[in-house]
């Protein structure tokens, strides 16, 4: 399953409101993550099953979707939110991933 | 605490092999599938393999399948990538990946080892 995930590259100020997308090349029901990567740090699960969010994720992030369409949005940016977004599927073994996008304080 | 903490990177000939090892703590590591994950120097990331609890049971995809192996020991809290026929297309950041229950997906990660594969 190819995983097409769009903006690669946003930019966006501390307050505001941002959406990453994911699009699965067939349906994958819910069956999507999303990760957060920063410089010298582990990655962090943000969201799983499209829409849970993992425990210890701020409730200013949110996914929704299912199928094929999935949204990550982030509201009122706080500066440790800049970083890198990755999406990815699991209802297909290999597991894939999106191909990231790098969110940047403007 | 989960931490996962990758060792044996380094740099490779093609056609060599190298074992990466993973020293899990903070979780009962037996009771978790755990998984190997890259990313490629500019590139995105890739699942590279799984294994199951007991070790008996392993997946891998067609990119890495017949040269890589993975395997555990729950004694010792421990995951290992063994490495075989190693190509540039290899050279990579190495994650280790603890999966959660029941589903292909990352609960955590390490922080990462990087194999670089040249002459």
């Known amino acids: 399953v190819q995983m097409t995930q769009s903006p690669s590259y946003l930019a966006a100020s501390p307050g505001e409101s941002v959406s990453i997308s994911c699009k699965a090349s067939?349906?994958?029901?819910?069956?999507l993550a999303w990760y957060q990567e920063k410089p010298g740090k582990a990655n962090k699960l943000l969201i799983h099953?499209?829409?849970t969010l993992q425990s210890g994720t701020p409730s200013r992030f949110s996914g929704s979707g299912s199928g094929t369409d999935f949204t990550l949005t982030i509201r009122s940016l706080e500066s440790e939110d800049f970083a890198v977004y990755y999406c990815?599927?699991?209802?297909?073994?290999?597991?894939?991933f999106g191909s990231g996008t790098k969110l940047e304080i403007k | 605490e989960v931490q996962l903490v990758e060792s044996g990177g380094g740099l490779v000939q093609p056609g060599r092999s190298l074992k990466l090892s993973c020293a899990a703590s903070?979780?009962?590591?037996?009771?978790?599938?755990m998984a190997w994950v890259r990313q490629a120097p500019k590139k995105g990331l890739e699942w590279v393999a799984t294994i199951s609890t007991s070790g008996s049971r392993t997946y891998y995809p067609d990119s890495v399948k017949g040269r890589f192996t993975i395997s555990r020991d729950n004694a010792k809290s421990s995951l290992y990538l063994q490495m075989n026929s190693l190509k540039s297309e290899d050279t990579a950041t190495y994650y280790c990946?603890?999966?959660?229950?029941?589903?292909?997906?990352?609960?955590?990660w390490g922080q990462g080892v990087m194999v670089t594969v040249s002459s």
């Open positions: 903070g979780f009962t590591f037996s009771n978790y599938y």
């Open positions: 990815q599927q699991y209802n297909e073994y290999p597991p894939t």
């Open positions: 990946a603890r999966r959660n229950y029941g589903y292909n997906y990352v609960g955590y």
């Open positions: 099953s499209g829409s």
């Open positions: 067939k349906s994958i029901s819910n069956n």
